[in-house]
C-alpha cells in the first residue's frame, strides 16, 4: 500500500488510463473503480496528515507550556509547591494521560486543551502565592527591619536599640562600617493585633 498521497494519486491517474485501453467493460469499470478508491485514499491520507500535524502542534503547544511552567517554578525559587498548585499540576498530569489514551481525535484535542490550561492555572496559582509572600514579607520587614542600610555610605546597620511607649515604637539602628545612628518611629498601630 502506498504511503504517499501523490503515489496514491499517481496510481489512480495510471488505472484511470488503463480504464480508456481496456477491452472488456468490465475490466474497465475495475479499474475506474480503482481509481476513485486510490483518489480517496490520497483525500484521506492528506485528511490524516493535516490532523496529525495539527494535533502535533497541539502536542508542542502544551509541552511548551509545561517547559515554561517548570522555568516559572525554578525562577520564583519555588521548592514546595502549595496543596492548590500540587492539585492543579496532578490534574495537568491526569488530563496528559488521558490524551495520550485517547483513541479519538476531538477527546484527544480536549484533554491536550486541559492539561496546558491546568498547566497555566498551576502556574498562575504559584505566581500570586509567590507575589503575596513577597507583599506580606516586605510590609513586615519595612515595618520590623531588624537591620538597615546606613544613609551616610549605604552600608548594612545593625539594631542597636528598641524603645516603646504606649503610642510610639522607636529601633535604632548603628552602622557596622562608619558608626553612625539612624532612628526609625512606628506608631502602634501599625502593627498587627
Known amino acids: 500500500m502506498a504511503g504517499d498521497p501523490k503515489e496514491c494519486r499517481r496510481n489512480a491517474a495510471r488505472c484511470a488510463e488503463l480504464a480508456v485501453t481496456a477491452g472488456t467493460p468490465q475490466l474497465r469499470t475495475t479499474f475506474l473503480e480503482l481509481s476513485r478508491h486510490w483518489e480517496k485514499l490520497a483525500i484521506q491520507m492528506e485528511d490524516a496528515f493535516a490532523k496529525l500535524t495539527e494535533s502535533e502542534a497541539i502536542e508542542s503547544s502544551?509541552?511548551?507550556?509545561?517547559?515554561?511552567?517548570?522555568?516559572?517554578?525554578?525562577?520564583?525559587?519555588?521548592?514546595?509547591?502549595?496543596?492548590?498548585?500540587?492539585?492543579?499540576?496532578?490534574?495537568?498530569?491526569?488530563?496528559?494521560?488521558?490524551?495520550?489514551?485517547?483513541?479519538?481525535?476531538?477527546?484527544?484535542?480536549?484533554?491536550?486543551?486541559?492539561?496546558?490550561?491546568?498547566?497555566?492555572?498551576?502556574?498562575?496559582?504559584?505566581?500570586?502565592?509567590?507575589?503575596?509572600?513577597?507583599?506580606?514579607?516586605?510590609?513586615?520587614?519595612?515595618?520590623?527591619s531588624p537591620s538597615d542600610l546606613c544613609p551616610d555610605c549605604h552600608q548594612l546597620m545593625s539594631l542597636k536599640a528598641v524603645e516603646t511607649t504606649a503610642?510610639?515604637?522607636?529601633?535604632?539602628?548603628?552602622?557596622?562600617?562608619?558608626?553612625?545612628?539612624?532612628?526609625?518611629r512606628f506608631r502602634a498601630d501599625d502593627f498587627p493585633s
Open 62 to 144: 502544551v509541552r511548551e507550556s509545561f517547559g515554561k511552567t517548570v522555568e516559572l517554578f525554578s525562577n520564583l525559587g519555588t521548592r514546595k509547591e502549595s496543596a492548590a498548585v500540587r492539585l492543579y499540576l496532578e490534574w495537568a498530569a491526569n488530563a496528559g494521560e488521558r490524551a495520550a489514551a485517547a483513541v479519538d481525535e476531538i477527546a484527544r484535542k480536549f484533554y491536550q486543551a486541559m492539561q496546558s490550561r491546568w498547566l497555566k492555572l498551576a502556574a498562575s496559582t504559584a505566581v500570586a502565592e509567590r507575589a503575596d509572600l513577597f507583599l506580606q514579607t516586605r510590609e513586615f520587614r519595612i515595618r520590623l
Open 167 to 184: 503610642e510610639l515604637e522607636e529601633h535604632t539602628f548603628q552602622c557596622r562600617n562608619c558608626g553612625s545612628t539612624h532612628t526609625r
